[in-house]
């Protein structure tokens, strides 16, 4: 293989890498345009191995989105609705919201992901009590809840600070925040798709505030639609400076775009071949963030499979209630099983391990009837 990498041009990268040296811009727009995509995922899965063997995690979570009314306008979203005049606009009352997880009393849910519309009617005291009932029916719960986006649009909205905002969630019980709203941090790209929405530098801000005050987070990348090589790699390389000040990213979550139902719908949806290499150049360009998590609900089942081959080590979990990518074309199932989950990283030659959020394993996954 190492002679395939020298065909394909990158025997400096692979040098470097070995070395323990990092990429630049120039070796990530490199690996972009490289036609042996085999190449750059064999690069990638070498440093998968070195930092987690064949290892692959997935925990057992549940998403909510307890609100789509959104005053912001971007414009690759189809789960938005900006008025709640629409009859597609709905939030649910606490005590709805509480009862996806009374009703799964049975389940062994370590972790609820929340994901929310900016509702501009909500007093505050609906997101700090709406943590406090998860809390309150299962104290052991882990609760990684509202984008920077949100938080951003929190502050603006009650006059709090953005530490405000998060002590006030903290202290509710927030757990850790997700990484979604990062979209493509260049301005250029940002004035286009998401022109009212936090800009790059409040996101990473508010990711920096949360690592300062203990909290660890994600950061996504919305990938395959107006953005170039270059504003991919820019986008991986804020993210990689960020780590390097705080060490509070667990994971770089890369998000397949998807056209339908949204202003985007002419473009075309990401490929097979751009999503496996997406996923290895971050791998390979953010050497400091410990994990590359492919969102099976974005890339699709079948490529989450593949992608373990191409820098990824983390599948998400069993997701349940997904609307965003539901509504915008993902053709996935609605959640998959402990079981499934664990068969097919089997069936890709990988070892499942069931972790909790901060990535202690739980359990490794035998072989599940
Ligand atoms: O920020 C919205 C994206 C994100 C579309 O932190 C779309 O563990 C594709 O961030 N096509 C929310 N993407 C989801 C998210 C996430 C997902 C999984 C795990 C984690 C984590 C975070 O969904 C948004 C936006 O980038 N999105 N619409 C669309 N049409």
């Known amino acids: 293989m190492q002679s395939r990498v020298q065909a394909a041009g990158l025997a400096d990268i692979s040098r470097r890498l070995e070395a323990g040296g990092r990429l630049d811009l120039a070796d990530g727009i490199r ?4 036609p042996d995509l085999l190449a750059v995922g064999w690069l990638a899965n070498r440093e998968r191995e070195r930092r987690h063997g064949a290892r692959t995690y997935f925990n057992y979570n549940l998403r909510l989105e307890p609100t789509n009314v959104c005053v912001a306008s971007c414009l690759f979203c189809s789960f938005a609705r900006l008025k709640p005049a629409d009859s597609a ?20 849910l370590t972790e609820i992901h929340i994901v929310n519309g900016l509702n501009p009617d909500l007093p505050f005291g609906y997101y700090t ?5 998860f809390k309150r029916i299962r104290p052991s719960i882990h609760l990684k809840c509202f984008t920077a986006v949100e938080i951003a649009f929190f502050a603006d909205l009650y006059g709090m600070t953005d530490a405000q905002v998060l002590r006030e969630l903290m202290e509710a019980g927030l757990d850790s925040l997700p990484g979604g709203g990062a979209e493509i941090f260049a301005e250029r790209v940002r004035r286009k798709i998401c022109h009212d929405k936090c800009d790059a530098d409040r996101y990473l801000s508010i990711h920096r505030t949360a690592h ?14 107006i953005e170039t090589y270059e504003e991919r790699v820019d986008h991986m390389l804020r993210a990689r ?17 998807h056209p339908d139902n949204n202003q985007m719908r002419k473009l075309p949806a990401p490929s097979a071949a751009d999503t496996l290499r997406v996923h290895a150049v971050s791998r390979l360009m953010l050497d400091s963030i410990p994990h590359i998590k492919a969102f099976w609900v974005a890339t699709g089942v079948d490529v989450a499979q593949a992608a373990l081959w191409f820098g990824v080590d983390d599948l998400d979990g069993t997701v349940q209630e997904e609307k965003i990518y539901h509504m915008a074309g993902s053709s996935t199932p609605e959640g998959l099983s402990m079981a499934q989950l664990s068969r097919l990283v089997r069936a890709a030659g990988r070892e499942p391990f069931e972790r909790d959020t901060f990535y202690n394993i739980r359990q490794a996954m035998g072989a599940m009837p």
């Open 31 to 34: 690996l972009f345009e490289c």
């Open 89 to 108: 606009a709905y939030t649910m009352p606490l005590e709805q919201a509480w009862d996806k997880l009374r009703q799964r009393a049975h389940q062994p």
């Open 129 to 133: 009590e709406l943590l406090r009932g």
């Open 212 to 225: 300062l005050m203990g909290m660890k987070t994600n950061v996504t990348m919305l990938y395959g639609h």
């Open 241 to 257: 400076a960020l780590q390097d000040e705080t060490g509070g990213f667990q994971a770089f979550i890369p998000l397949a775009f």
